[in-house]
Antibody
Framework: QVQLVQPGAEVKKPGASVKVSCKASGYTFTAYYMHWVRQAPGQGLEWMGWINPNGGATYYAQKFQGRVTMTRDTSISTAYMELFSLTSDDTAVYYC???????????????WGQGTLVTVSS | EVVLTQSPATLSLSPGERATLSCRAS???????LAWYQQKPGQAPRLLIY???NRATGIPARFSGSGSGTDFTLTISSLEPEDFAVYYCQQRTNWPISFGQGTKLEIK
């Protein structure tokens, strides 16, 4: 079955960066766009952007442009999201979520990884 | 940015009752450009409904979606114990993709 596996947690200091991984299995990794969505504690969902694993093209929400980089390693079917210049406002669970349509972004998300809690604290 | 406002914030119902959750958009959304997700505590969201009214794979028939323009609805015809969770709507009409703030469905 399709699975997206993420590390459980990361702790970072303000000003640092974090790189979250998302290992995919059960499908052809390069066939589906991968999205990243975050959720601050007790809050709603915020879409950050997508990467096309086939070629590496990216599209970021304007809020994160200049501060986020999404990459992938097709040899190990893994997508990455790196966020720079962290502040306490970046404390959140970061999810990867596969697009539902092969070949182009349909912009529905299914399935989701289990999430990585990134805590930014001095 | 399209702002999605969900109501009510919290809905208290009993198993077997009908649940009606609302999602209102700040501007008109293309008919097939709204989805609903369910999130249980400590879990990732799960896609329930896409293209306004299509159930995702494995989603029971008691879940249905409807609406157009700026007003959309998720209906759960007869609540099961496992349906008590937080529900989010999401739009893809305009960038950035955005979500509502959620409706918590709790047991009365």
């Amino acid at each position: 079955q399709v699975q997206l596996v993420q590390p459980g947690a990361e702790v970072k200091k303000p000003g640092a960066s974090v790189k979250v991984s998302c290992k995919a299995s059960g499908y052809t990794f390069t066939a589906y766009y991968m999205h990243w969505v975050r959720q601050a504690p007790g809050q709603g969902l915020e879409w950050m952007g997508w990467i096309n694993p086939n070629g590496g093209a990216t599209y970021y929400a304007q809020k994160f442009q200049g501060r986020v980089t999404m990459t992938r390693d097709t040899s190990i079917s893994t997508a990455y999201m790196e966020l720079f210049s962290l502040t306490s406002d970046d404390t959140a669970v970061y999810y990867c979520a596969r697009d539902t349509l092969a070949g182009r972004p349909d912009n529905w998300f299914d399935p989701w990884g289990q999430g990585t809690l990134v805590t930014v604290s001095s | 940015e399209v702002v999605l406002t969900q109501s009510p914030a919290t809905l208290s119902l009993s198993p077997g009752e009908r649940a009606t959750l609302s999602c209102r958009a700040s501007q008109s959304i293309d008919t097939y450009y709204l989805a609903w997700y369910q999130q249980k505590p400590g879990q990732a969201p799960r896609l329930l409904i896409y293209d306004t009214s299509n159930r995702a794979t494995g989603i029971p028939a008691r879940f249905s979606g409807s609406g157009s323009g700026t007003d959309f609805t998720l209906t759960i015809s007869s609540l099961e114990p496992e349906d008590f969770a937080v529900y989010y709507c999401q739009q893809r009409t305009n960038w950035p993709i955005s979500f509502g703030q959620g409706t918590k469905l709790e047991i009365k």
